[in-house]
Every structure is written in structure tokens, then in C-alpha cells.
């Protein structure tokens, strides 16, 4: 059974860093991409950013282009996101979720992927106040 689990939530003051965390476990994973979507209250889960599993290939929403920055480690299967200048609208549920089969272009897990990655944590709650 695959088990992904985020780590490093919390409360920030606006202007503020986080760096979240996601280990990947279970069995051994062959080819794959990560990500991180997030869901603020009331509101659709939405994608963050994605990274192949070889940490080459990135892409991200254009809400936190320039702000954010996704990492993978593969031979951890664990992967980062540092989040800084974080605003007010950045609070929300973040989740890690892995596509396995290689990597599909950003295009899709921006459009896709919050309804067809493979795998899902529960989540971390991230707050950030004004």
C-alpha cells in the first residue's frame, strides 16, 4: 500500500517561509512525477506545482511562480516545496499526490491532476496571517 505524508505546516506570518515535506513509501517506485495541490476553505482543490521524478522538469501555477519552488529526491521519493513570500490567500490544505508512469507535461496536472494522480497524503495545513 502506498502511503505519502506531508510534513512541515503551520502558522506564518504574511511575508513569511515554510518548507513542506512529502515521503513516499510502500514499495518501490519506478518512473513517476510529484506534486502539490491546495485546497482552501470553501473553495476547489488546485494545483501547485509538479516535479519529474529525475527533479529536471518543474512547472507550476502562476499564483506562485517565482515564490515557490518544488525539489524532489528520488532516491528518498520525497519531495520538497519552499514557500516563500507567502500571502493571506496562500492558507489552505496542502496536499502531496504522485502520478506514477513518467511525466505527463505541466499542462496536465494543472488541468488533471487533482482528479487523476495515483496517490494522495492527507494533508497539512498551512496559515498564513496578515
Known amino acids: 500500500q502506498v502511503q505519502l505524508v506531508e510534513s512541515g505546516g503551520g502558522l506564518v506570518q504574511a511575508g513569511g517561509s515554510l518548507r513542506l515535506s512529502c515521503a513516499a513509501s510502500g514499495r518501490t517506485f519506478s518512473n513517476y512525477a510529484m506534486g502539490w495541490f491546495r485546497q482552501a476553505p470553501g473553495k476547489e482543490r488546485e494545483f501547485v506545482a509538479a516535479?519529474?521524478?529525475?527533479?529536471?522538469?518543474?512547472y507550476y501555477a502562476d499564483s506562485v511562480k517565482g515564490r515557490f519552488t518544488i525539489s524532489g529526491d528520488s532516491a528518498k521519493n520525497t519531495v520538497y516545496l519552499q514557500m516563500n513570500s507567502l500571502k493571506p490567500e496562500d492558507t489552505a490544505v496542502y496536499y502531496c499526490?504522485?502520478?506514477?508512469?513518467?511525466?505527463?507535461?505541466?499542462?496536465?496536472?494543472?488541468?488533471?491532476?487533482?482528479?487523476?494522480?495515483?496517490?494522495w497524503g492527507k494533508g497539512t495545513l498551512v496559515t498564513v496571517s496578515s
Open positions: 499526490a504522485m502520478k506514477e508512469g513518467g511525466w505527463y507535461g505541466g499542462t496536465w496536472y494543472q488541468e488533471q491532476g487533482r482528479y487523476d494522480m495515483d496517490h
Open positions: 516535479v519529474s521524478r529525475s527533479g529536471i522538469i518543474t
